[in-house]
């Protein structure tokens, strides 16, 4: 089984920065897509950045210039580095990702979610 792990969450002045990291465990064999969603109040779920595949990587327009995801394959884990924080950053956010086990068998999980304040 695969987990996901988020942590870096907080409280944060607005103009400030957090990292939010995403560790996977289990039996994997590799992971393939990646990204990070955020949920905030009142709010449908929506992408903020996401790698489908390779190197292609994908913002959402909102945060494009502020956000970074980046990815360390050798320690099975994702990060989102967020810079000049708004409050309407405010979001539970989420990690996701698929790929494989070993064995063969796909998999696609997500986090439990790490909390995003932004003051203003």
């Known amino acids: 089984q695969v987990r996901l792990v988020e942590s870096g969450g907080g409280l944060v002045q607005a103009g400030g920065s957090l990292r939010l990291s995403c560790i996977a465990s289990g039996s994997i064999l590799s992971i393939n897509a990646v990204g990070w969603y955020r949920r905030a109040p009142g709010k449908q779920r929506e992408l903020v950045a996401g790698?489908?595949?390779?190197?292609?990587?994908n913002y959402a327009d909102s945060v494009k210039g502020r956000f970074t995801i980046s990815r360390d394959n050798a320690k099975n884990t994702i990060y989102l580095q967020m810079n000049s924080l708004k409050p309407e950053d405010t979001a539970v956010y989420y990690c996701a990702a698929d790929g494989l086990v070993e064995g063969g068998e796909a998999f696609e999980v997500w986090g439990q979610g790490t909390p995003v304040t932004v003051s203003s």
């Open positions: 790698i489908p595949s390779g190197t292609r990587i």
